[in-house]
């Protein structure tokens, strides 16, 4: 219908309107670019993958689990091609990893470091949003030996990554252990093990070079554990404090209401020692074993579960450090499961957040924490428009839902329940919801071309009852053609302009604005 009165319109106004709508679809381009990166200065918290896990979830259920759990930054210790396959087109921002194995034959040929970042980089982004790349893994104190390739390693390819233009885009470091830093409290006099300068130094100059983080491994855990009687548990657990029992650093005079903050600022003077100012740290590991043999009686489901939810609060409220409160680092929780396949002690297997099936350890208390990690055991879960996605293409999408996909989507009829607020955004993510539902939330079910996202929070809004909803109970409706229902909007909007060519056309003219807007 549409096309046909299109026709009619003056060939010079289509011309013009063509131009128009390429530069506004332009324009919309350059804002989603320009919010994709301010998303990406944020502080953020995101969790590690490790597999050795029995009955991990498979590659697709993993990313769907990450979905529901509204987790959008993920390491992996390796660069598992099913694992990158699955996360395209989710916005879940990925690091890999090259394993430590590894490290020789990229220190010693170009070519090697060439065809890594092709075969693990270039094959999968940009619908893979990987974002950095980690190079070993504690190298300096696990393989010393390998210490004089890291850095050769780090060039070689970071060179690759300048060669396929993604060197903006895909920052490379290494993660360090904690105990690279000496002397760590009081912070003022922290520096880096001096045996390690011949590597540090030049790494450093890297890092600053590139616009780099320095990724440093910390675990307060390991800090209280070593120093019992020293460290207070409540510091190692970002616990309330009253002002005695605040550490204060003596040189600076500054306050530190807990371990990690300490930590943070020990990594700075370290790096200001050497003269490098302008590298943020990024935490690669942090976190709390929830059970422990006898030898670690603080390894309790309430500390690991007080630790980390308070961990997220500290970053998501943009606390920053004594030394710097305008810098809060990300950090990536250690880790998204429990491990049961490592070896001891039993620490060694109960990191995680969640176990092998999906079942979480303990509920984390994040609340005024976004939906985060809402790591909700009633499996409660709903399907909804995801953010930035274009009318036309959730026009479609609702389309087929409402048509072939036979949602019910009655409620979104004018005078109906879910009628209102009246635009395609709110019936379409009615209508996911109502197939995401009937398809019994099967993974797959909430993707419409990636149109969709899971979510745990119930998007129900005053009489408006989303399928998903437990409100809904027994009560049952009849599904409705697509034609009728789907189209609805778009008809009021039509009904509204005069019949007649030239408002036709006006009309196509504003649709840009309307849609930019």
């Known amino acids: 219908m549409a096309v046909s009165k299109l026709t009619h319109c003056p060939l010079t106004f289509v011309f013009f309107y063509s131009v128009l709508l390429?530069?506004?679809?332009?324009?919309?381009?350059v804002q989603e670019i320009k919010q994709q990166n301010q998303e990406d200065r944020e502080p953020f918290v995101g969790v590690n993958i490790g597999t050795d896990v029995s009955n991990l979830l498979s590659p697709t259920d993993l990313v769907s689990f990450l979905q529901v759990q509204t987790i959008t930054h993920v390491r992996l210790y390796d660069a598992n091609q099913d694992i990158l396959k699955a996360l395209a087109k989710t916005k879940i921002r990925v690091m890999i990893s090259v394993p430590n194995n590894q490290l020789l034959a990229i220190g010693s040929s170009n070519t090697t470091a060439v065809s890594w970042i092709g075969r693990n980089v270039v094959a999968y982004y940009p619908q893979t949003l990987i974002t950095a790349v980690a190079v070993g893994d504690e190298v300096l104190t696990t393989v010393p030996s390998s210490a004089p390739l890291l850095l050769p390693a780090i060039e070689s390819l970071y060179s690759a990554l300048v060669a396929a233009n993604l060197h903006t885009q895909v920052k490379i470091s290494t993660p360090h252990a904690a105990s690279i830093i000496l002397d760590t409290f009081p912070p003022s006099q922290a520096f880096f093990n001096l045996s390690l300068s011949s590597t540090m130094a030049p790494l450093l100059q890297f890092l600053s070079r590139t616009g780099s983080p320095l990724m440093l491994n910390l675990y307060p855990y390991y800090v209280f554990m070593e120093n019992k009687g020293v460290v207070p548990l409540d510091n190692s657990l970002f616990k309330p404090l009253t002002p005695s029992k605040e550490?204060?650093?003596?040189n600076t005079l500054l306050h530190y209401t807990n371990v990690l903050d300490a930590m943070l600022d020990?990594?700075?003077?370290?790096?200001?020692?050497l003269n490098v100012t302008d590298v943020v740290v990024l935490v690669t590991e942090t976190g709390w074993p929830s059970k422990g043999d006898s030898k670690e009686p603080y390894a309790t489901i309430d500390n690991a579960d007080t630790y980390n939810s308070n961990l997220i609060k500290h970053v998501l409220d943009h606390s920053g450090t004594p030394l710097h409160p305008e810098?809060?680092?990300?950090?990536y929780i250690?880790?998204?499961f429990n491990e049961d396949l490592r070896s001891p002690p039993v620490s060694e297997a109960t990191w995680g957040l969640f176990y092998g099936n999906s079942t979480p350890v303990y509920l984390l208390h994040v609340s005024g924490s976004g939906t985060f990690l809402a790591n909700d055991t009633t499996n409660q879960t709903y399907c909804i428009v995801m953010d930035g996605i274009d009318s036309k293409t959730l026009q479609a999408a609702l389309d087929w839902a409402c048509g072939p996909g036979r949602a019910n989507c009655s409620d979104i009829q004018?005078?109906?329940?879910?009628y209102q607020p009246n635009n395609v955004k709110n019936h379409a993510s009615y209508a996911f919801d109502s197939y995401y539902q009937k398809e019994g939330k099967v993974s797959g079910s909430c993707d419409f071309k990636g149109a969709a996202m899971i979510t745990t929070t119930d998007p129900s809004h005053g009489n408006c009852i989303f399928p998903g909803s437990k409100q809904v109970g027994n009560k049952t409706k009849d599904v409705v053609n697509s034609t009728t229902v789907s189209g609805a909007v778009q008809r009021q909007r039509l009904d509204r302009i005069s019949a007649n060519t030239v408002a036709f056309c006006i009309f196509l003219f504003i649709i840009p604005f309307v849609t930019l807007w």
């Open 334 to 336: 250690y880790e998204l």
């Open 327 to 331: 810098i809060t680092s990300s950090v």
């Open 266 to 273: 020990a990594a700075y003077v370290s790096m200001k020692n």
């Open 247 to 250: 550490m204060v650093d003596p």
């Open 22 to 29: 390429s530069t506004v679809k332009s324009s919309t381009l």
């Open 414 to 418: 004018p005078g109906e329940d879910c």
